[in-house]
């Protein structure tokens, strides 16, 4: 029997053009934003460029 109460629900958002900071360790408060609360994770944000408004879809890690 599976307990469908954990399962990570999608969320979209729209970025803006220009340079973005993708969390890669899962601790970010604005996630998938980094925030830098990535210290001591030995982690680091994925630097992503878009040029135009671009949807993403994303699950926050648990
Ligand atoms: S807070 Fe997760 S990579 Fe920066």
């Known amino acids: 029997?599976?307990?469908d109460s954990k399962q990570a629900t999608k969320k979209k958002m729209t970025l803006?053009?220009?340079t973005h900071f993708m969390c890669r360790c899962g601790?970010?408060?604005?996630?998938?934003?980094c925030d830098g609360s990535h210290g001591g994770?030995?982690?680091?944000?994925?630097?992503?460029?878009?040029t135009e408004a671009t949807e993403i879809e994303f699950t926050k890690p648990e």
């Open 27 to 33: 601790k970010s408060s604005f996630y998938p934003m």
């Open 41 to 50: 994770t030995g982690k680091i944000p994925e630097r992503i460029e878009v």
């Open 16 to 18: 803006k053009p220009g």
């Open 1 to 3: 029997m599976s307990d």
